[in-house]
């Protein structure tokens, strides 16, 4: 099946089995389902991560998200994101070429976030920025 790879804020486009152990190898660990993004979801796409993600590997952020509600409420997306489709019964299937292009156009704004790890990271990175 067809599934789409965010990591270091690039995309790649890879085949895999489908399996448990599949997504997991992709993510590093025991996979996440993620519902922060109601567009996503009216596409029938799933954005799967690494359950510990934030604390294995805090400097690999992939997505920045600033809740749009006049507060200082932020979240991180961090190592490598899959996204995938899923059936009517909910199973895990490959993605179309139509939802390949609409997740890469829905994460290629041009708005970007630096997160300041200098005091404890050595290196800055552009990360996708997006508001909900």
């Given at each position: 099946?067809?599934?789409l790879?965010?990591?270091?804020?690039k995309?790649e486009?890879?085949?895999?089995?489908?399996?448990?152990?599949?997504?997991?190898?992709?993510?590093?660990?025991?996979?996440?389902?993620?519902?922060?993004?109601?567009?996503l979801?009216?596409?029938k796409i799933d954005?799967?991560?690494n359950?510990?993600?934030?604390?294995?590997?805090?400097?690999?952020?992939?997505?920045y998200?600033?809740?749009?509600?006049?507060?200082?409420?932020?979240e991180?997306?961090v190592?490598p994101c899959?996204?995938?489709?899923?059936?009517?019964?909910?199973?895990?299937?490959?993605?179309t070429?139509?939802?390949?292009?609409?997740?890469?156009?829905?994460f290629?704004?041009?708005?970007?976030y630096?997160p300041?790890?200098?005091?404890?990271?050595?290196?800055?990175?552009?990360?996708?920025?997006?508001?909900?």
């Amino acid at each position: 099946m067809k599934v789409l790879v965010l990591n270091d804020t690039k995309f790649e486009e890879k085949d895999i089995d489908g399996s448990l152990e599949s997504l997991q190898k992709i993510v590093g660990g025991y996979i996440e389902l993620v519902y922060l993004f109601e567009e996503l979801s009216k596409n029938k796409i799933d954005l799967y991560v690494n359950e510990e993600g934030k604390y294995l590997m805090p400097e690999n952020v992939n997505i920045y998200i600033r809740y749009n509600d006049n507060s200082i409420k932020s979240e991180t997306i961090v190592g490598p994101c899959l996204f995938a489709s899923y059936d009517d019964n909910g199973n895990t299937i490959g993605l179309t070429d139509e939802q390949i292009e609409f997740v890469k156009s829905y994460f290629s704004d041009e708005r970007y976030y630096m997160p300041n790890y200098k005091s404890v990271f050595a290196t800055f990175r552009l990360v996708k920025y997006v508001e909900i």
